[in-house]
């Protein structure tokens, strides 16, 4: 819209709708990549229904557990006088404890199947009251797979994981500001950020009790560790009036960074590679999209 104005009714120029979430725009960055992609996701009546058929026109397969609860529907508003994205999300739906054991059964019956080359564990799943989530369930069970995981979470529960070898673990620097705090406070001996001076940031990837992980910060230097090496890249600058929807930009570097990783690239390349492609999905209005425009950095 022109611009959005308060207290007021505001109405669109124009208006799109598709897919989206972190799963969808993981499953679509990797289809856009030319790999195959198949997504696990609560599916709700109705308008649910209508975006799993988009998502299955894109190419990416599908895996549906059925939910009581309407799909939930976000808005994301782009004001032109301001060039300036807004973004308003619904409630979370709810969920019952048969619907989130049948998703549970769901994700590890794929697993065990060892039918994939790479697994990403994404998003937020609906939660119930008085029981730990379905995500946490699902990581604490995932030692039956070797396959490569990458795991793009935000709980808490993170800080009380055994991480695997063939886990990465990808979060934005205020993520893993408030991750490395909460080792810190169960008694981990690493360097003090309330030190002064303080460990820098590179520090503290290196002396976090993960053997694999990466850390983004916007258009700020990204690093990865990675058995015990530590490698670090700047994003390609971008000028603000290229910029056209920062959302899902990091659900591309996730999904990319996934595929180079098991395409065998190095830890430093694949992570330059990923965050090429999470800036080319700047320039488009579509989360997880980074085609659907001409841009010279790929």
């Not at 998502?55 to 060039?83: A, C």
């Not at 999904?255 to 830890?267: D, V």
Request: glycine letters at 6%.
């Amino acid at each position: 819209m022109p611009s959005i104005g308060y207290d007021s009714v505001n109405r669109a120029t124009s208006t799109k709708s598709f897919a989206s979430g972190k799963g969808s725009n993981v499953a679509r960055a990797v289809r856009q990549l030319g790999q195959e992609s198949t997504l696990l996701s609560f599916v709700g009546s109705g308008v649910g229904e209508i975006l799993v058929g988009k998502l299955i026109e894109e190419g990416i397969k599908f895996h549906s557990v059925p939910m009581k609860s309407m799909v939930r529907i976000s808005s994301t508003i782009f004001d032109e006088q301001l060039s300036a994205i807004t973004e308003v999300i619904a409630q979370s739906p709810s969920i019952s404890a048969e619907e989130e054991e049948t998703y549970f059964q769901n994700a590890m019956s794929l697993i065990q199947s060892d039918d994939f080359d790479n697994l990403v564990i994404t998003g937020k799943s609906p939660m119930l009251v008085g029981r730990a989530p379905v995500t946490e369930r699902i990581l604490r069970d995932l030692k039956v797979t070797k396959k490569p995981v990458l795991i793009d979470l935000t709980e808490d529960f993170l800080s009380t994981l055994d991480f695997q070898p063939n886990w990465l673990l990808k979060v934005n620097v205020d993520e893993f500001d408030r991750l490395y705090k909460s080792w810190l406070e169960s008694g981990m001996d690493l360097p003090s950020p309330d030190d002064i001076p303080g460990p820098e940031l590179d520090e503290m990837v290196q002396a976090a009790p993960i053997a694999r992980l990466c850390v983004t910060d916007s258009d700020c230097t990204a690093y990865i560790k990675w058995d015990g090496n530590i490698h670090n890249v700047t994003p390609e600058f971008l000028e603000n009036h290229e910029i056209v929807n920062t959302i899902g930009a990091g659900d591309v570097a996730c999904a990319a960074l996934s595929i180079f990783l098991t395409l065998e690239e190095s830890p430093g390349v694949a992570l330059e590679k990923a965050l090429r492609y999470a800036s080319a999905s700047c320039k488009t209005i579509l989360p997880g999209d980074f085609l659907n425009h001409e841009s010279p950095m790929l």
